[in-house]
C-alpha cells in the first residue's frame, strides 16, 4: 500500500476536505483528488461520504485510517531509528496483574533510562484477552502465563513463577486436591492461566469447585480469600508483595502446577525497534525464580482421601 496515498488519505480525513488538506499538503487539489479516488478503486471501497460541504469518513474509511496511522507511525519510527540507531516512538505492551505488580517495575524502569524516546504504554488483562490484543494488533508485545494459545505468535521466556494455594485460616487442612472438593473458588475471568491450572489440578482428582468467583485484583482475591470466602492460586511473588501470611494459610501445589514460566509474545514476524529493545534487556536479565523465597507451611500436596472441609462462617455470595 502506497505510504504518500494513505498520508493524503488521512490529511483528507483530519481536514474533512480536499482544499484544506491540498493547502496543508502543499499540493493542488486535482492531484489530492486523484489520489483519493485511486486509492478508493486499489480497495475497491468508497472512503469518504460528502455532508453539508464537508467529506466524512464512510465506515470502510474510518477502518483505514485507524490502519493509515499505524501504518504511517511505523514508517516515521523506522526512518527515526535507522538515523539515529535508537529506538523512539510508542511501545504499548500487555501484561498479567502480577507482572504488572511484581516483575516489571525494574524493567520498564530501566528501558526508560536506556531509551528515553520511547513512550511504554500498559495494559493488563487475564493471558487469553491479551493474546487476542496482541494477534489483533492492540498491543505490539505481551506478558502471558502458559497454557495459551500460541499460534500465529513468536514468543520468549521472561519469568519463572512458582504457584501456591491460599485459603482461609477457619478452613480445614488442604492435603490434596479431594480436600478442596466443593469449595469456592476466587479467579480472575476465564482465560486466566493460573486459573486453568486450579481447575485442572481439582479435576484431575474428579472434584470440582462449588462456584468461581471473579475479581479485577489480586488484592481483592486475597482479601477475599482472608475473609472466608474460598480458595485462590497466586505466585509467590504476589504473596511476598502483599505478606497475608497473618491472614490465609499457604499450600505448595505439585511441581507439575505450581511451575510456570511467563513468556513475551509478539505476532508473528512483527518485528520493531522499540520491541528488539524490551526483548533484549530481557535476555539480558535472565528470568528470577520464586523457589529461593520463604517455604510454605505444609507439605507438597499430594492426592488424598475425601475429607469434608470446614469453613468459616464469612462466605461472599458469587457475582
Given at each position: 500500500?502506497?505510504?504518500?496515498?494513505?498520508?493524503?488519505?488521512?490529511?483528507?480525513?483530519?481536514?474533512?476536505?480536499?482544499?484544506?488538506?491540498?493547502?496543508?499538503?502543499?499540493?493542488?487539489?486535482?492531484?489530492?483528488?486523484?489520489?483519493?479516488?485511486?486509492?478508493?478503486?486499489?480497495?475497491?471501497?468508497?472512503?469518504?461520504?460528502?455532508?453539508?460541504?464537508?467529506?466524512?469518513?464512510?465506515?470502510?474509511?474510518?477502518?483505514?485510517?485507524?490502519?493509515?496511522?499505524?501504518?504511517?507511525?511505523?514508517?516515521?519510527?523506522?526512518?527515526?531509528?535507522?538515523?539515529?540507531?535508537?529506538?523512539r516512538g510508542v511501545l504499548r505492551i500487555g501484561s498479567l496483574e502480577s507482572t504488572a505488580?511484581?516483575?516489571?517495575?525494574?524493567?520498564?524502569?530501566?528501558?526508560?533510562?536506556?531509551?528515553?524516546?520511547?513512550?511504554?504504554?500498559?495494559?493488563?488483562?487475564?493471558?487469553?484477552?491479551?493474546?487476542?490484543?496482541?494477534?489483533?494488533?492492540?498491543?505490539?508485545?505481551?506478558?502471558?502465563?502458559?497454557?495459551?494459545?500460541?499460534?500465529?505468535?513468536?514468543?520468549?521466556?521472561?519469568?519463572?513463577?512458582?504457584?501456591?494455594?491460599?485459603?482461609?485460616?477457619?478452613?480445614?487442612?488442604?492435603?490434596?486436591?479431594?480436600?478442596?472438593?466443593?469449595?469456592?473458588?476466587?479467579?480472575?475471568?476465564?482465560?486466566?492461566?493460573?486459573?486453568?491450572?486450579?481447575?485442572?489440578?481439582?479435576?484431575?482428582?474428579?472434584?470440582?469447585?462449588?462456584?468461581?468467583?471473579?475479581?479485577?485484583?489480586?488484592?481483592?482475591?486475597?482479601?477475599?480469600?482472608?475473609?472466608?470466602?474460598?480458595?485462590?492460586?497466586?505466585?509467590?511473588?504476589?504473596?511476598?508483595?502483599?505478606?497475608?501470611?497473618?491472614?490465609?494459610?499457604?499450600?505448595?501445589?505439585?511441581?507439575?502446577?505450581?511451575?510456570?514460566?511467563?513468556?513475551?509474545?509478539?505476532?508473528?514476524?512483527?518485528?520493531?525497534?522499540?520491541?528488539?529493545?524490551?526483548?533484549?534487556?530481557?535476555?539480558?536479565?535472565?528470568?528470577?525464580?520464586?523457589?529461593?523465597?520463604?517455604?510454605?507451611?505444609?507439605?507438597?500436596?499430594?492426592?488424598?482421601?475425601?475429607?469434608?472441609?470446614?469453613?468459616?462462617?464469612?462466605?461472599?455470595?458469587?457475582?
Open positions: 500500500m502506497d505510504l504518500v496515498a494513505l498520508q493524503i488519505f488521512k490529511a483528507v480525513a483530519e481536514a474533512g476536505g480536499i482544499t484544506k488538506a491540498a493547502a496543508r499538503l502543499h499540493r493542488v487539489q486535482s492531484n489530492v483528488t486523484t489520489r483519493v479516488k485511486q486509492l478508493e478503486a486499489s480497495l475497491g471501497a468508497q472512503l469518504f461520504h460528502r455532508h453539508r460541504r464537508r467529506l466524512e469518513l464512510s465506515p470502510e474509511g474510518r477502518t483505514l485510517l485507524a490502519y493509515a496511522e499505524r501504518l504511517l507511525a511505523l514508517s516515521s519510527e523506522a526512518q527515526a531509528a535507522l538515523r539515529s540507531g535508537a529506538p505488580e511484581t516483575r516489571l517495575p525494574p524493567v520498564l524502569s530501566r528501558y526508560h533510562l536506556a531509551y528515553p524516546d520511547v513512550r511504554l504504554e500498559l495494559v493488563t488483562g487475564t493471558s487469553g484477552a491479551l493474546v487476542g490484543k496482541v494477534l489483533s494488533g492492540d498491543v505490539e508485545a505481551a506478558f502471558v502465563a502458559e497454557p495459551f494459545t500460541a499460534q500465529g505468535l513468536e514468543t520468549q521466556p521472561a519469568f519463572s513463577e512458582e504457584l501456591v494455594l491460599i485459603a482461609p485460616k477457619g478452613f480445614a487442612p488442604i492435603r490434596g486436591a479431594k480436600d478442596a472438593a466443593h469449595l469456592p473458588v476466587l479467579a480472575f475471568a476465564a482465560g486466566c492461566s493460573y486459573r486453568q491450572r486450579l481447575q485442572s489440578w481439582l479435576g484431575r482428582a474428579g472434584v470440582s469447585p462449588e462456584r468461581v468467583m471473579e475479581y479485577g485484583s489480586y488484592h481483592a482475591i486475597v482479601a477475599c480469600v482472608a475473609a472466608g470466602s474460598g480458595i485462590a492460586v497466586v505466585p509467590r511473588s504476589v504473596i511476598r508483595a502483599l505478606r497475608p501470611e497473618r491472614e490465609v494459610r499457604l499450600y505448595p501445589l505439585p511441581k507439575e502446577i505450581a511451575a510456570s514460566t511467563t513468556r513475551l509474545v509478539w505476532r508473528q514476524g512483527h518485528r520493531s525497534a522499540a520491541l528488539d529493545a524490551l526483548r533484549s534487556g530481557l535476555l539480558g536479565a535472565p528470568a528470577r525464580s520464586a523457589a529461593g523465597s520463604r517455604g510454605a507451611r505444609s507439605a507438597v500436596l499430594r492426592p488424598s482421601a475425601a475429607r469434608p472441609p470446614r469453613r468459616s462462617s464469612a462466605r461472599a455470595a458469587s457475582r
